[in-house]
């Protein structure tokens, strides 16, 4: 019987294309069914030969077969060659496969999840994504709320607690219900949690003027890495730890596994009936991600079987952790827990300043001692710290060793602590590497829908590039002098605007481009540029990337990528087309110097949020759907309030005999059920400095109907 029930979202779901139901027609499907039902039971004999047999006459005559119970049989006839070690034809059979069942519109989680893992997980080439591979783990993704039965739910529960360690907890709620890093057992989809997922990729796409969605590609190439050498077939991810740490950040800037064979170390703790020996310190590595953040780095401890974060404490076998006493047996102990200590915090405290105080404390004590002194192999005796009853001798009285291991341990515990704390307030949850190694452009911009006639929503993207922010500094300087390209002081600018439907989905890409022959002064910004965005009636979201070039002095010949700029604006809706509802355009902000007079203004589009009081301030808008009163006339009240948000903080204050001109209502009457109106907002009336929230109202007194629009700027 041929496999129906899942269905299939292709690559193209990424890019725009709908998920179709499979259609498949095959004759001899009893004879094949016989033929896979041996297959299938020669191979839980380990009767490889026979099973590759009966597989393969299946699979020659229909590579897309699929059995209602057990799913592919190329997912079958691969196992049958790994299992008898010809795995590159394994490999081939699993990528045949997909393929094959691609072109006939269907899908198996068996056969997809085998071919994800095994080819990401390459030990020549871990995390080498491929179109066939983001194809595969978008439908795996996309079928987690189908009907599955066990064995697929399992699978797609991996899938599902990788996913929550790098999607927010929000998305994962309204996909699931209960813990979906929990394992199978933990949770359940909710309707739509498959095209939910896929959905919130899609919106993940950090560069939108490429075809590809980096930051998806990023996150299976973590993930191959992370099956290749941090595998946990126990935990609900199929990951460690480590792995766990490595989909979220990806590769650490710097990492040791600290080690317990320095010879200070091995003379003092490695002796004849010695209580511990080099088998009880745990494999550990240490892990920084300084180009994170300076409190971003765990320690890894290799617990038993299992691979877990630690602490500084868990590196120090058990027996020398407790037993610390005044007696001779307690202060020996005491120094080898002592010399442990050491060694830990002189490795790590050149990865991280963290330790650097620990270490410095106890190399300091360590140091006064005789076993760690000139002629260290004499002392290296049952009495060396027994022998002195005082304790530790020297220029001064110390504490004992018993107290001060004791001691360095509870603070060492509280300090580890208190890093976790700091690591897990100031550390970004999930860290993409897309971009980071561009230049960053400051680009200030505005949206401002307006309705058109057909009914239709046209979005105006109004951006500048923030005063002075093209000029090059060291690294684009460096950046040309690397490439031998010099600085003509002629850039191109290109803006990339992406609308997408309410799944994310590509629907128009528009391209601009701008030249700058003549960098402004560094206070001042260039012509501010216009977008548009035609045709949406519907919820929509838009994706913007600048990219700044170096030019040559023709014109034609583009240099080196200097800066970029990506910027989302999420969960747009098209403005409102029911005649008998009053709606309103988004707020434009318009700017001219303080210095113009009021009947010299002439407005200029503003796109940054910061104000100056050097500048006039005006809105401009637009209304629709005015009805007409009974002298055929429409009539209308605008009333606009400016105050500052109190949650932002800052001080900002307005004075009482000036308050008339940042806060009124003004009445208007027109020919027309469209209106255009442009108001001033007198800056020179606010005090210091804050966020200046301004809401324009306006009230049809036809109908009675209202509609509001809000802006915010910081005034500086």
């Known amino acids: 019987m041929y496999r129906g029930a899942l269905i299939l979202a292709s690559l193209l779901i990424v890019c725009g294309s709908a998920p179709r139901s499979e259609v498949v027609a095959q004759s001899s499907q009893d004879q094949m069914a016989t033929w896979f039902r041996e297959g299938r039971r020669a191979l839980d004999a380990g009767d490889l030969d026979t099973a590759q047999t009966r597989f393969r006459l299946v699979y020659d005559q229909n590579p897309a077969w699929s059995e209602i119970r057990y799913g592919s049989v190329a997912y079958w006839l691969s196992r049958a060659y790994r299992a008898a070690s010809s795995d590159s034809l394994a490999d081939a059979t699993l990528r045949e496969g997909v393929e094959s069942m691609k072109e006939r519109d269907s899908f198996d989680v068996r056969l997809a999840d085998a071919f994800v893992v095994q080819a990401l997980s390459n030990p020549e080439e871990p995390g080498r994504v491929t179109p066939q591979i983001l194809d595969q783990y978008i439908n795996l993704l996309y079928n987690v709320d189908a009907l599955l039965d066990d064995d697929e739910r399992a699978i797609l529960s991996r899938y599902v607690a990788q996913l929550a360690l790098v999607a927010p907890a929000g998305v994962m709620s309204d996909a699931f219900q209960g813990d979906p890093n929990g394992g199978v057992d933990a949770w359940a989809p909710r309707k739509g949690a498959g095209p939910l997922l896929v959905t919130w990729w899609r919106s993940q796409d950090p560069v939108p003027a490429t075809r590809s969605n980096e930051r998806l590609e ?75 953040d300076r409190a971003a780095w765990f320690l890894f401890v290799r617990d038993k079987s299992r691979w877990r974060i630690g602490e500084t404490l868990d590196l120090i076998p058990r027996t020398l952790r407790t037993g610390f006493s005044a007696g001779n047996r307690g202060r020996i102990k005491a120094g080898m827990s002592i010399a442990v200590m050491q060694n830990i915090f002189r490795q790590l405290s050149p990865l991280h300043p963290d330790f650097a105080m620990r270490y410095a404390e106890v190399d300091n004590y360590a140091m006064q001692m005789p076993e760690f002194g000139p002629g260290r192999m004499a002392n290296r005796t049952s009495q060396s710290l027994a022998a002195r009853p005082g304790g530790v001798t020297g220029q001064t009285q110390i504490e004992q060793p018993d107290r001060f291991i004791q001691t360095m341990m509870v603070k060492s515990r509280s300090e580890d602590d208190a890093s976790i704390a700091t690591r897990e307030k100031v550390t970004p949850r999930v860290y993409v590497e897309a971009l980071s190694e561009q230049g960053v452009l400051e680009v200030g911009y505005r949206a401002v829908r307006f309705l058109e006639p057909d009914g239709s929503t046209r979005t105006v993207v109004h951006w500048s590039p923030e005063p002075g922010g093209l000029r090059p500094g060291r690294k684009e300087r460096r950046v040309m002098e690397s490439m031998n390209y010099p600085d003509s002081g002629r850039y191109l600018v290109t803006m990339t605007a ?179 109106r442009m108001i001033l907002i007198d800056l020179q009336a606010w005090e210091g400095s804050g966020e200046l929230n301004i809401t324009v109202t306006v009230k049809d007194e036809v109908t009675g109907q209202s509609t509001s629009r809000a802006i915010l700027f910081d005034l500086q």
């Open 498 to 676: 992406v609308q997408k439907d309410a799944e994310y989905l590509d629907r128009v890409i528009h391209k601009d481009r701008f030249m700058i022959t003549d960098l402004p002064d560094r206070g001042e910004a260039i012509p501010v540029q216009r977008t548009t965005l035609s045709g949406d009636t519907a919820l929509f979201h838009i994706a913007m990337q600048w990219d700044q070039y170096a030019m040559g002095a023709s014109h034609t010949q583009r240099g080196p990528q200097l800066r970029v700029a990506t910027a989302r604006i999420d969960s747009l809706a098209a403005l409102n087309a029911d005649p008998g509802e009053l709606e309103m355009s988004d707020l434009l902000p318009m700017t001219a110097l303080a210095d113009v007079a009021p009947a010299d203004f002439v407005p200029t589009p503003y796109p940054f949020r910061v104000l100056t009081r050097d500048l006039q301030l005006a809105l401009s808008f637009e209304v629709y759907h005015l009805a007409f009163g009974p002298d055929d006339q429409t009539q209308y009240t605008v009333t606009f309030d400016v105050k500052r948000d109190a949650r932002r903080g800052g001080f900002l204050s307005l004075r009482r005999e000036e308050a008339q001109g940042t806060s009124a209502s003004f009445g208007a009457t027109g020919t027309s059920r469209t209106a255009e």
């Open 218 to 292: 990023e996150h299976l190439k973590r993930l191959g890495v992370a099956l290749s050498r941090y595998a946990d077939p126990a935990s609900p991810a199929g990951l460690d730890h480590r792995g766990d740490v490595y989909l979220r950040y990806g590769p650490p800037q710097e990492q040791i596994k600290v080690t317990f064979d320095d010879p200070v170390l091995t003379d003092i703790i490695y002796r004849p009936g010695a209580v511990v020996n080099l088998s009880d310190f745990p494999q550990n590595e240490f892990w920084v991600f300084g180009h994170i």
